[in-house]
């Protein structure tokens, strides 16, 4: 081993920064063998130093002055610190230096992906980013060059390990919300701010970086529609459950067959629990991709946490090191940068199944008023679900469709909540039938 050393300079020694440290120090033999020169972390950006010494930072290595950590002769920025203000001007000074970078912040790539992939092309350096979607997951890395042969058709994911440790511990443990998001929180799945988990925005940002590449196209967050399990009821579970159906935050993105246009939405959804995708439980992620040419195809790992994270962030800098990488960014014409806008299916235009509960006076001739409504938009009733009770009550009436417009079941119900014989919201959900 000749090679000089390959610089890393690092901003972030949280859950992520933590692990790639950890990973870089406790393996550095093996890597080194593997790339054929030492990777040696050389500085770390923190705003508390403090608090990085207490997550065992090598206090020699840590600085909360940016001149001084940009004065680091580094050959790699490794971005583990999130955010897109102070974060984002740190990138684009290192990408002005020509230095590769890697990261794992969804939201600066979701919302400034194609500026940032083109400025580092300018300036001969490249962005490595598979941590940023589905945490430990290396599904970035078949999008872009496993699955290069295919047009891809689909992809249905689990992306954000939080949302789907609280849906599980809900449904399966009967814990509250409250008690499961703090879990998430204290294993180190959450963001700083959780909402951005719950209410479904980092699988949004996650499902735009997939789309781009996935499509070919430029798409940011603002083109996913987005429902967050913040607003979800566990009475909706439970019915579900009744009809087969798992609950799952789903990040789905669709291209309409024979038309170049595309939908991507985030969504709580039933999945029938036959599907792999219901097996995916706690912090897990899973992605299904469906090329043209290979079929379906599906990731599964952990999609947050110390450790799977860090396994991501240092494959990146491995492949940087090895040389492999900064040649295929520079060459091909994968990244956002080099793509058209999006041409979007119109929301009222997207064809799924639905649930819908309402809540409905039992008494002769609701059902028949309620499926009128629906045969007048030719929306097909798959099937139809009420518990005995006494009579000329209110009581849940749960009904499913066959796959119909978006607009005309939101249209329907509407018009289902302005009868008579039903009281308060309509709560829709989409049923999600796999290709
Ligand atoms: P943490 O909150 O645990 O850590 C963030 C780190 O960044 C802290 O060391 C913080 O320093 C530092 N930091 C934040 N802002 C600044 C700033 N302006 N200047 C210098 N340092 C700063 O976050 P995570 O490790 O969980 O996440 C980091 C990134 O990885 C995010 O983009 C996140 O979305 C992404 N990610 C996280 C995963 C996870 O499982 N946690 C999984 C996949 C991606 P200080 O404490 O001193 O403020
Ligand atoms: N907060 C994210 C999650 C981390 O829960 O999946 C991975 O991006």
Known sequence: MSLEPLGIGMIGYGTVGSGVAALLR?????????????????????RNPAKAAAAGADA??????????????????????????????????????????VTANKSLLAADGPELFALAREHRAAIAFEASCAGGIPCLTALQFGLMANRVQGLYGILNGTCNYILTEMTRSGKTYADALCEAQHKGYAEADPTLDVSGADAAQKLAILASLAFGVKLDEADVPTVGIDTLELEDARFGAELGYDIKLLAIAERTPGSDRVSANVQPCFIHRDQLLAQVTGPMNALSVYGHAVGHTLYYGAGAGRLPTASAVVSDVLNLAAGWYPAAF????????????????APADLRSRFYLRLNALDAAGTVAQVTRVL????????????????????????VTTHAAPHGAVEDA????????CVEQKVRLVRIVDMP
């Open 375 to 398: 045969g007048d938009r030719d929306i097909s009733i798959s099937a139809v679900l009420q518990h005995e009770v006494d009579a000329n009550r209110f009581v849940p009436l749960v």
């Open 413 to 420: 119900t509407a018009r289902i909540e302005a009868l008579d």
């Open 330 to 345: 520079g060459a091909m014409a994968l990244t956002p940068d080099r793509q058209p806008d999006a041409r979007l299916v």
């Open 60 to 101: 020699a290595l840590v600085t909360n002055d940016p001149d001084a950590f940009f004065a680091t002769d580094m050959d790699i920025l490794v971005e583990v610190a999130g955010g897109k203000g102070v974060i984002g001007d740190y990138v684009r000074r290192a990408l002005r230096d020509g230095v590769h970078m």
């Open 26 to 46: 406790d393996q550095a033999e093996l890597y080194a063998a593997r790339v054929g020169r030492p990777i040696e972390l050389r500085r770390v950006l923190v």
